[in-house]
Protein backbone atom coordinates (compact mmCIF):
# COMPACT_ATOMS: atom_id res chain seq x y z
CA UNK A 1 0.00 0.00 0.00
CA UNK A 2 1.16 3.49 -1.11
CA UNK A 3 2.76 5.54 1.92
CA UNK A 4 -0.19 8.08 0.88
CA UNK A 5 -2.80 5.59 1.40
CA UNK A 6 -1.20 4.01 4.77
CA UNK A 7 -1.43 7.92 6.20
CA UNK A 8 -5.31 8.56 4.69
CA UNK A 9 -6.11 4.98 6.54
CA UNK A 10 -4.23 6.23 9.69
CA UNK A 11 -6.30 9.36 9.81
CA UNK A 12 -9.20 7.95 9.23
CA UNK A 13 -9.44 5.01 11.45
CA UNK A 14 -7.53 7.69 14.36
CA UNK A 15 -4.52 4.70 14.36
CA UNK A 16 -2.18 6.43 16.50
CA UNK A 17 0.57 4.00 16.19
CA UNK A 18 0.47 3.86 12.77
CA UNK A 19 0.65 7.54 12.36
CA UNK A 20 3.60 7.78 14.60
CA UNK A 21 5.05 4.93 12.75
CA UNK A 22 4.70 7.13 9.42
CA UNK A 23 6.02 10.32 10.73
CA UNK A 24 9.35 8.46 12.53
CA UNK A 25 9.90 6.95 8.92
CA UNK A 26 9.73 10.09 7.30
CA UNK A 27 8.65 13.34 9.31
CA UNK A 28 7.70 14.92 5.61
CA UNK A 29 4.47 13.84 5.53
CA UNK A 30 3.49 16.07 8.57
CA UNK A 31 3.83 19.02 5.79
CA UNK A 32 3.46 17.22 2.56
CA UNK A 33 0.10 18.10 0.39
CA UNK A 34 -1.83 14.98 -0.30
CA UNK A 35 -4.51 14.12 -3.63
CA UNK A 36 -6.92 12.87 -0.98
CA UNK A 37 -7.63 10.44 -3.62
CA UNK A 38 -11.72 9.27 -3.86
CA UNK A 39 -13.66 8.69 -2.58
CA UNK A 40 -12.28 11.45 -0.32
CA UNK A 41 -13.69 14.61 -2.23
CA UNK A 42 -11.51 16.57 -0.22
CA UNK A 43 -8.73 18.48 -2.57
CA UNK A 44 -5.40 18.87 -2.30
CA UNK A 45 -4.07 19.71 1.23
CA UNK A 46 -1.73 18.98 4.37
CA UNK A 47 -2.81 16.33 6.69
CA UNK A 48 -3.65 18.68 9.36
CA UNK A 49 -6.22 20.35 7.01
CA UNK A 50 -7.57 17.08 5.95
CA UNK A 51 -8.12 16.32 9.54
CA UNK A 52 -9.90 19.43 10.39
CA UNK A 53 -12.48 18.24 7.50
CA UNK A 54 -12.53 14.32 7.83
CA UNK A 55 -15.19 13.35 10.30
CA UNK A 56 -17.60 16.15 8.90
CA UNK A 57 -17.47 14.25 5.51
CA UNK A 58 -18.08 11.33 6.96
CA UNK A 59 -14.16 9.55 6.59
CA UNK A 60 -13.51 10.18 10.19
CA UNK A 61 -14.98 8.77 13.30
CA UNK A 62 -13.14 8.64 16.18
CA UNK A 63 -12.11 10.91 18.80
CA UNK A 64 -8.32 11.25 18.06
CA UNK A 65 -8.27 13.97 15.88
CA UNK A 66 -5.99 16.40 18.49
CA UNK A 67 -3.99 13.89 19.47
CA UNK A 68 -3.21 13.64 15.87
CA UNK A 69 -3.11 17.53 15.03
CA UNK A 70 -0.22 17.40 18.01
CA UNK A 71 1.86 14.89 16.82
CA UNK A 72 1.72 15.98 13.05
CA UNK A 73 2.66 19.71 14.89
CA UNK A 74 5.59 18.37 16.49
CA UNK A 75 7.03 16.75 13.62
CA UNK A 76 6.64 20.12 11.74
CA UNK A 77 4.00 20.55 10.08
CA UNK A 78 3.19 24.12 10.32
CA UNK A 79 0.46 25.37 12.42
CA UNK A 80 -0.58 28.04 9.82
CA UNK A 81 -0.61 26.05 7.02
CA UNK A 82 0.44 25.61 3.69
CA UNK A 83 1.06 29.38 2.24
CA UNK A 84 -0.51 28.00 -1.21
CA UNK A 85 -3.99 27.35 0.53
CA UNK A 86 -6.72 29.61 0.60
CA UNK A 87 -7.22 29.21 4.04
CA UNK A 88 -5.30 28.05 7.46
CA UNK A 89 -6.18 24.92 9.08
CA UNK A 90 -7.30 27.08 11.84
CA UNK A 91 -9.88 28.32 9.97
CA UNK A 92 -10.82 25.28 7.67
CA UNK A 93 -11.59 23.75 11.38
CA UNK A 94 -14.15 26.99 12.29
CA UNK A 95 -15.61 26.08 9.27
CA UNK A 96 -16.37 21.85 9.07
CA UNK A 97 -17.26 22.49 13.50
CA UNK A 98 -14.07 20.27 14.27
CA UNK A 99 -13.54 21.81 17.85
CA UNK A 100 -10.55 19.16 19.16
CA UNK A 101 -8.44 20.49 15.77
CA UNK A 102 -9.51 24.06 16.27
CA UNK A 103 -8.52 23.82 20.21
CA UNK A 104 -5.10 22.33 19.47
CA UNK A 105 -4.25 24.68 17.09
CA UNK A 106 -4.75 27.50 18.96
CA UNK A 107 -2.82 26.24 21.28
CA UNK A 108 -0.22 25.98 19.19
CA UNK A 109 -0.44 29.92 18.52
CA UNK A 110 -2.38 29.87 15.19
CA UNK A 111 -3.15 33.47 14.14
CA UNK A 112 -6.59 34.25 15.22
CA UNK A 113 -5.98 37.08 12.51
CA UNK A 114 -5.82 35.06 9.08
CA UNK A 115 -8.38 35.45 6.91
CA UNK A 116 -9.82 32.88 4.35
CA UNK A 117 -12.57 32.56 1.46
CA UNK A 118 -15.62 31.03 2.41
CA UNK A 119 -16.13 34.18 3.89
CA UNK A 120 -14.55 36.90 1.98
CA UNK A 121 -11.71 37.97 4.24
CA UNK A 122 -12.97 36.52 7.18
CA UNK A 123 -10.81 35.35 10.06
CA UNK A 124 -11.31 32.48 11.99
CA UNK A 125 -14.13 33.82 14.26
CA UNK A 126 -15.95 34.83 10.90
CA UNK A 127 -16.56 31.29 9.94
CA UNK A 128 -16.82 29.63 13.16
CA UNK A 129 -20.43 32.17 13.25
CA UNK A 130 -21.27 32.28 9.80
CA UNK A 131 -21.05 27.98 9.82
CA UNK A 132 -22.59 27.73 13.74
CA UNK A 133 -20.12 26.39 15.31
CA UNK A 134 -20.51 27.85 18.53
CA UNK A 135 -18.06 25.83 20.86
CA UNK A 136 -15.36 27.33 18.51
CA UNK A 137 -16.68 30.49 18.41
CA UNK A 138 -16.48 30.45 22.19
CA UNK A 139 -13.02 28.77 22.17
CA UNK A 140 -12.01 31.82 19.87
CA UNK A 141 -13.37 34.64 21.50
CA UNK A 142 -12.10 33.44 25.05
CA UNK A 143 -8.43 33.18 23.15
CA UNK A 144 -8.63 36.72 22.58
CA UNK A 145 -10.02 36.86 18.89
CA UNK A 146 -11.08 40.58 18.10
CA UNK A 147 -14.82 41.39 17.49
CA UNK A 148 -14.68 43.80 14.60
CA UNK A 149 -18.66 44.29 14.18
CA UNK A 150 -21.92 44.31 15.56
CA UNK A 151 -22.90 40.81 13.48
CA UNK A 152 -19.85 39.32 15.00
CA UNK A 153 -20.72 40.43 18.38
CA UNK A 154 -24.31 38.96 17.72
CA UNK A 155 -22.91 35.46 16.79
CA UNK A 156 -20.60 35.49 20.06
CA UNK A 157 -23.24 36.42 22.24
CA UNK A 158 -22.09 39.65 22.84
CA UNK A 159 -25.08 42.40 21.81
CA UNK A 160 -27.11 43.90 24.30
CA UNK A 161 -30.36 45.88 23.84
CA UNK A 162 -28.64 49.50 23.59
CA UNK A 163 -26.52 48.27 20.47
CA UNK A 164 -29.31 46.51 19.12
CA UNK A 165 -31.24 49.64 18.48
CA UNK A 166 -28.19 51.65 17.50
CA UNK A 167 -27.27 48.92 14.25
CA UNK A 168 -28.80 50.38 11.40
CA UNK A 169 -31.41 47.61 9.50
CA UNK A 170 -29.18 45.61 7.24
CA UNK A 171 -26.82 44.86 10.41
CA UNK A 172 -29.79 43.77 12.50
CA UNK A 173 -31.27 41.69 10.19
CA UNK A 174 -27.83 39.89 9.40
CA UNK A 175 -27.25 39.86 13.49
CA UNK A 176 -30.68 38.38 13.85
CA UNK A 177 -29.30 35.36 11.49
CA UNK A 178 -25.92 34.72 13.23
CA UNK A 179 -27.73 34.68 16.66
CA UNK A 180 -30.12 31.78 15.44
CA UNK A 181 -27.02 30.11 13.48
CA UNK A 182 -25.68 30.41 16.85
CA UNK A 183 -28.01 29.54 19.55
CA UNK A 184 -27.79 33.02 21.11
CA UNK A 185 -30.92 33.29 22.98
CA UNK A 186 -30.42 36.32 24.93
CA UNK A 187 -29.39 38.14 21.53
CA UNK A 188 -32.40 37.04 19.88
CA UNK A 189 -34.38 38.48 22.49
CA UNK A 190 -32.74 41.56 22.68
CA UNK A 191 -32.94 42.09 18.60
CA UNK A 192 -36.66 41.74 18.98
CA UNK A 193 -37.29 43.90 21.44
CA UNK A 194 -35.08 46.02 19.61
CA UNK A 195 -37.65 45.96 16.90
CA UNK A 196 -36.08 43.96 14.20
CA UNK A 197 -38.76 41.38 11.90
CA UNK A 198 -38.69 38.21 12.42
CA UNK A 199 -39.95 36.90 9.09
CA UNK A 200 -37.16 39.28 7.11
CA UNK A 201 -35.35 37.00 3.90
CA UNK A 202 -31.60 37.48 4.87
CA UNK A 203 -29.42 35.41 2.61
CA UNK A 204 -32.45 33.74 1.46
CA UNK A 205 -33.92 32.22 4.45
CA UNK A 206 -35.84 33.43 7.16
CA UNK A 207 -33.51 33.12 10.93
CA UNK A 208 -35.94 30.21 11.26
CA UNK A 209 -34.61 28.70 8.23
CA UNK A 210 -31.15 29.39 9.03
CA UNK A 211 -31.50 27.77 12.64
CA UNK A 212 -32.94 24.97 11.07
CA UNK A 213 -30.63 24.62 8.60
CA UNK A 214 -27.90 25.04 11.47
CA UNK A 215 -29.61 22.27 13.81
CA UNK A 216 -30.45 24.85 16.51
CA UNK A 217 -33.08 23.84 17.90
CA UNK A 218 -32.86 26.24 21.06
CA UNK A 219 -32.97 28.83 18.37
CA UNK A 220 -35.92 27.47 16.24
CA UNK A 221 -38.01 27.34 19.57
CA UNK A 222 -37.37 30.76 20.71
CA UNK A 223 -37.66 31.88 17.41
CA UNK A 224 -41.46 30.40 16.78
CA UNK A 225 -42.39 31.70 20.19
CA UNK A 226 -41.53 35.27 19.57
CA UNK A 227 -44.00 34.62 16.21
CA UNK A 228 -41.70 32.96 13.52
CA UNK A 229 -43.50 31.50 11.30
CA UNK A 230 -42.74 27.81 10.33
CA UNK A 231 -44.73 27.87 7.25
CA UNK A 232 -43.02 30.54 5.25
CA UNK A 233 -41.26 29.22 2.43
CA UNK A 234 -37.86 30.69 0.74
CA UNK A 235 -38.04 32.21 -2.44
CA UNK A 236 -35.70 30.23 -4.42
CA UNK A 237 -36.03 27.00 -3.38
CA UNK A 238 -39.72 27.20 -1.72
CA UNK A 239 -38.51 25.53 1.29
CA UNK A 240 -39.76 25.76 4.56
CA UNK A 241 -37.44 25.61 7.78
CA UNK A 242 -38.50 22.43 8.23
CA UNK A 243 -37.24 21.57 4.53
CA UNK A 244 -34.08 23.17 5.04
CA UNK A 245 -33.43 21.18 8.34
CA UNK A 246 -34.19 18.31 6.00
CA UNK A 247 -32.13 18.69 3.47
CA UNK A 248 -29.02 19.54 5.38
CA UNK A 249 -29.28 16.57 7.32
CA UNK A 250 -29.18 14.43 4.38
CA UNK A 251 -26.77 16.35 2.11
CA UNK A 252 -24.26 16.82 5.93
CA UNK A 253 -25.44 14.50 8.99
CA UNK A 254 -22.09 14.97 10.48
CA UNK A 255 -21.98 18.92 10.27
CA UNK A 256 -23.23 19.41 14.32
CA UNK A 257 -23.13 17.28 17.63
CA UNK A 258 -26.34 15.44 17.59
CA UNK A 259 -27.59 16.30 13.80
CA UNK A 260 -30.73 17.46 13.22
CA UNK A 261 -33.14 15.17 14.78
CA UNK A 262 -34.36 17.64 17.31
CA UNK A 263 -34.83 20.42 15.06
CA UNK A 264 -36.65 18.35 13.00
CA UNK A 265 -39.04 16.72 15.37
CA UNK A 266 -39.98 20.21 16.48
CA UNK A 267 -40.76 21.61 13.20
CA UNK A 268 -42.81 18.64 12.29
CA UNK A 269 -44.57 19.43 15.30
CA UNK A 270 -45.86 22.90 14.44
CA UNK A 271 -47.33 21.74 10.93
Known amino acids: MAQASILRKALDEGDLAALARLLAEDSTIAWQRQSWGPPYGIGPCQ ?56 RTLVEAGANLESTGYAVANGTPLEHAIEFGSVEIVDLLVAAGARIRSFVEAAGAGRVDRALAFQADDRERGAALRVASIC ?18 FVKGGTALHWAAWEAKEAAARRLVSLGADPGLKDPEHNGTPLDWARHRSSQCPNAHPGGHRGVIQFLESMR
Open 47 to 102: PIAYLAQARFNGFATHGHAAEMTRMLLNAGAPVEGDPADKESPLITAASYNEVSVA
Open 183 to 200: DRLEVIDELHAAGVPLNE
